[in-house]
């Protein structure tokens, strides 16, 4: 079995956080039910309760409330702006417990600073790996080849989505990898030939393969494909295709999900069900990862609320506001509740159609006009006079 899936996660206080630690052992990657409610406010407030005795700018902001008494309850949490881990370094763990030190984009710009100490990307790890294998992705067997639209390693790399790149290779025997963000010696480059060769390798191996990172990447590389009159690829029809991160400054090129789709499966020959998209961020690495339905339904160790751009009081199902994560499984930063600059809308189970039993949301873009920058956002940067 996956080592992901077996090896032990543990909280580093079990007297403080047996909450946490019982929350997140849930094995189920979608049940939200009244067990499971209970459990995630217990923890939250442990959560609650770790972060205002090691974080004084939590502390403050915590500043003596009540503990989670129901999910209503969830309407006074205090939250942070995503845009706070821009500006500041906040941790609730000391430096020398930091196993990761991730940003969320590129040489320039404003990037967030998140700390992962060796529990928080444990728990997070095990968390895709159960969502992976929930779906059936997880071949201990079968060697595949992998292309991944995100940045080579490299030891001064810190972006998150290199990490995850990096990461999602533990599911499957590796027969090769290849990069669509090569290093050139002083930088990164979209190396569109580069991808192009890669493919046509994988269709003549006839082994399966699973393409991760920003898909702007995989549709400029279909773009290419077709400028040079090149024929279909028949790829093995257990690939997979999982996005990450957006289209962000290439938004004006950008194709509907089902578009993109169709092309993958006519130029590729993926089957739709064998590419999922996913969203997420170094400020909440909670994974949220289409159904068969391309919807992104809410996972057990994490709950949504949907705030009024207004008003910023929660919102019912169906209608659009900033995006907030709750999750009480980070240890190493005051992150357990995130106000995103993204609007969003959330959706009962039972308007999606498949039989995953949670809610789940949609993203219906950025909230205003910003500088700030994404992990996407400096990708998209590479993709300029190369597509």
Not at 231 to 254: T, V
């Amino acid at each position: 079995m996956n080592p992901h899936l077996t090896s032990p996660a543990l909280v580093p206080d079990p007297a403080l956080l047996a909450d946490v630690q019982r929350f997140c052992d849930i094995a189920e990657p979608y049940r939200h039910d009244a067990g499971t409610d209970a459990l995630f406010l217990a923890a939250m407030n442990e959560a609650n309760a770790w972060h205002a005795a090691r974080s004084p700018f939590f502390a403050s902001l915590h500043d003596g409330r009540p503990p989670l008494a129901s999910m209503a309850d969830l309407a006074g949490q205090p939250y942070i702006h995503a845009n706070f881990f821009k500006a500041h370094e906040v941790l609730s763990v000391p430096r020398d417990e930091v196993a990761v030190h991730a940003t969320s984009s590129g040489t320039t710009g404003q990037k967030s600073q998140m700390f992962w100490d060796a529990w928080t990307l444990r728990a997070g790890q095990r968390m895709v790996a159960r969502i992976f294998d929930h779906y059936g992705w997880i071949d201990d067997t079968t060697p595949v080849h992998y292309l991944l639209y995100t940045n080579q390693p490299r030891p001064d790399v810190k972006l998150g989505s290199s990490f995850t790149g990096q990461f999602m290779t533990d599911f499957a025997p590796v027969a090769s990898v290849d990069y669509g963000l090569a290093h050139t010696g002083t930088t990164h480059e979209f190396d569109a030939f580069g991808c192009i060769r890669a493919l046509r390798r994988f269709a003549e191996t006839g082994a399966p393969v699973r393409i991760f990172g920003f898909p702007a990447f995989l549709s400029f590389t279909l773009d290419r494909m077709r400028a040079l009159g090149l024929p279909p690829l028949e790829l093995n029809p257990r690939s997979l295709i999982l996005f990450g991160g957006g289209w962000k400054g290439n938004a004006d090129r950008q194709l509907a999900k089902p578009e993109l789709y169709r092309r993958i499966n006519a130029q590729l020959g993926i089957p739709d069900e064998r590419i999922r998209d996913g969203f997420g961020s170094v400020e909440h690495s909670i994974p949220y990862l289409e159904c068969r339905n391309h919807r992104l339904h809410v996972p057990t160790w994490s709950r949504v609320l949907i705030r009024s751009v207004r008003t910023l009081e929660p919102l019912p199902y169906g209608e659009r506001g900033y995006l907030q994560f709750l999750s009480p499984y980070i240890t190493s930063a005051p992150a357990q509740s995130v106000l995103m600059g993204d609007l969003a809308s959330l959706h009962p189970h039972a308007e999606c159609g498949c039989d995953t039993p949670t809610p789940w949301f949609e993203i219906h873009g950025r909230a205003g006009l910003t500088r700030n920058r994404s992990c996407a956002i400096a990708a998209a940067e590479l993709l300029k006079d190369k597509s």
